[in-house]
């Protein structure tokens, strides 16, 4: 729609394409380049999800806070020798990393995200559950910090990221990197329009972080060469 909407086809569009377009862009700003996407992120999307303490949510850190989902990471970890160093890339607040690395005190984690905000809010948990096996830097893929060079991690997370970025094959890519030859990669992703009906459902209908709908079929497409790949439901 972007692309349309930057060509003379535009004005030869029906009035219901021009009003979809001029929809889609009041939904994702930051695709048009009206408003920087962390910005946009700390306004709309924060201060829904944010806010509470991932290890305050229940009696069990691990099944409470993320749910099944959460169990891929688990069995992973499980077989990893004591003093193994893991990421988790756009880690946010840590509602995945936190309960992760109360469960595995034996383990390192490091987190990864590119808004401020999400790191400060991790690092400040770990602190009030004195959590020492916790760190969290503000990086990218496209900008990692230097305490995560190439090949240093034996386990690398990407949980709900996917479908924020214009490119998830790329990100896949780069945070293979990150990960020794040995080591492996756990990816998690709402499946389907879940963004938008969840939040219809809420009333929070004006705003939008998934760019992609992502199905069994783009996953299937998007791993396609990659070596001992499973996916689980």
């Given at each position: 729609f972007k692309a349309l909407s930057e060509t003379n086809e535009m004005w030869h569009a029906g009035p219901w394409a021009k009003e979809l377009i001029k929809e889609c862009r009041r939904l994702?700003?930051?695709?048009?380049?009206?408003i920087d996407y962390e910005q946009y992120y700390n306004e709309t999307y924060y201060p829904f999800v944010d806010?509470?303490?991932p290890l305050c949510r229940g009696t069990d850190p691990v099944t409470v806070s993320v749910g099944n989902r959460i169990n891929l990471?688990?069995?992973?970890i499980s077989k990893l020798q004591?003093?193994?160093?893991?990421?988790?890339?756009?880690?946010?607040?840590?509602s995945v990393l936190l309960p992760l690395a109360k469960h595995f005190?034996?383990?390192q984690f490091v987190g990864v995200d590119f808004v401020k905000t999400n790191v400060d809010k991790l690092i400040y948990?770990?602190?009030?559950?004195?959590?020492?096996?916790?760190?969290?830097?503000?990086g990218s893929?496209?900008?990692?910090?230097?305490?995560?060079p190439p090949e240093s991690f034996d386990y690398a997370i990407c949980a709900e990221v996917l479908?924020?970025?214009?490119?998830?094959w790329t990100v896949i890519g780069k945070v293979e990197t990150r990960v020794k030859k040995t080591g492996r990669v756990s990816i998690t992703v709402p499946h389907g329009p879940w963004e938008a009906l969840g939040l219809y459902k809420l009333s929070h209908y004006s705003s939008r972080n998934h760019v992609w709908h992502i199905t069994k079929d783009m996953l299937r497409e998007m791993f396609a060469d990659k070596n001992d790949c499973r996916m689980a439901y």
């Open positions: 994702y700003p930051y695709v048009w380049g009206d806010t509470i303490d990471c688990i069995d992973e004591t003093g193994s160093k893991i990421i988790d890339y756009g880690c946010a607040h840590g005190p034996q383990h948990w770990a602190a009030e559950n004195k959590l020492e096996n916790v760190v969290a830097y503000t893929v496209d900008n990692w910090p230097e305490e995560c479908e924020h970025v214009s490119e998830p």
